[in-house]
Nanobody, 122 residues
Framework: QVQLVESGGGLVQAGESLRLSCEAS????????MGWYRQAPGNKRELVSS???????NYADSVKGRFTISRDNAKNTVYLQMNSLKPEDTAVYYC????????????????WGQGTQVTVSS
């Protein structure tokens, strides 16, 4: 099993910045992709950004140029630097990873964090 612990959410004003962190722990043989999703009230959960084990990144159009994803493989941690925040960025942000726990067979699956609230006031 893999556990994901997120931190860094909070309440900020429009134009300010936040940095989210998510550390994976537990029985880990390999962490593949890591990413961040968000879900606002009444909306579906949507992909914000993802990063592969080799560092290739992907961003939702709505956050391109404002958000930056990075990861520290030695710490099994993924970060999301969020700049120029807007009220429409308000949501619960969830960390996601695809990880393999077993050395002997491929049991790769997705894991989710508990979510961290980001609120941007206008």
């Amino acid at each position: 099993q893999v556990q994901l612990v997120e931190s860094g959410g909070g309440l900020v004003q429009a134009g300010e910045s936040l940095r989210l962190s998510c550390e994976a722990s537990g029985s880990i043989f390999r962490i593949n992709a890591m990413g961040w999703y968000r879900q606002a009230p009444g909306n579906k959960r949507e992909l914000v950004s993802s990063i592969t084990s080799r560092g290739s990144t992907n961003y939702a159009d709505s956050v391109k140029g404002r958000f930056t994803i990075s990861r520290d493989n030695a710490k099994n941690t993924v970060y999301l630097q969020m700049n120029s925040l807007k009220p429409e960025d308000t949501a619960v942000y969830y960390c996601n990873t695809n990880a393999r726990g077993s050395y002997y067979y491929n049991d790769s699956r997705d894991y989710w964090g508990q979510g961290t609230q980001v609120t941007v006031s206008s």
